[in-house]
């Protein structure tokens, strides 16, 4: 059975940090490119940052460069989002997902809370 279980959202200040993790099972983890994505309220979901099957390469939306990093640990099956200096822009849904192009595959977590606010 495929799962993806997020966690580390929660409630923090502006300014303030939060490391949320995706902890997969049921597939071969390691060939999967990951990728988080968001959802605020009334707004379509959004890439926030990716990372490939290796972790050679990653990529981010304009909107968390140098604040948010995304890194893999592929004998853990764990893909992780760091972000830093929050605002309250980032208030959303962090989805977790695996894509596998070569197999058209395409995993979705059920979803983390992050609040930014005072």
């Known amino acids: 059975q495929v799962q993806l279980v997020e966690s580390g959202g929660g409630l923090v200040q502006p300014g303030g940090s939060l490391r949320l993790s995706c902890l997969a099972s049921?597939?071969?983890?390691?060939?999967?490119?990951m990728t988080w994505y968001r959802q605020a309220p009334g707004k379509e979901r959004e890439l926030v940052a990716g990372?490939?099957?290796?972790?050679?390469?990653?990529n981010y939306a304009d909107s968390v460069k140098g604040r948010f990093t995304i890194s893999r640990d592929n004998a853990k099956n764990t893909v992780t989002l760091q972000m830093n200096s929050l605002k309250p822009e980032d208030t959303a849904v962090y989805y977790c997902?695996?894509?596998?192009?070569?197999?058209?595959?395409?995993?979705w977590g059920q979803g983390t809370q992050v609040t930014v606010s005072s």
């Open positions: 049921g597939f071969t983890f390691r060939v999967y490119a």
């Open positions: 997902n695996a894509y596998l192009r070569a197999a058209a595959r395409n995993y």
């Open positions: 990372i490939t099957s290796t972790g050679s390469s990653t």
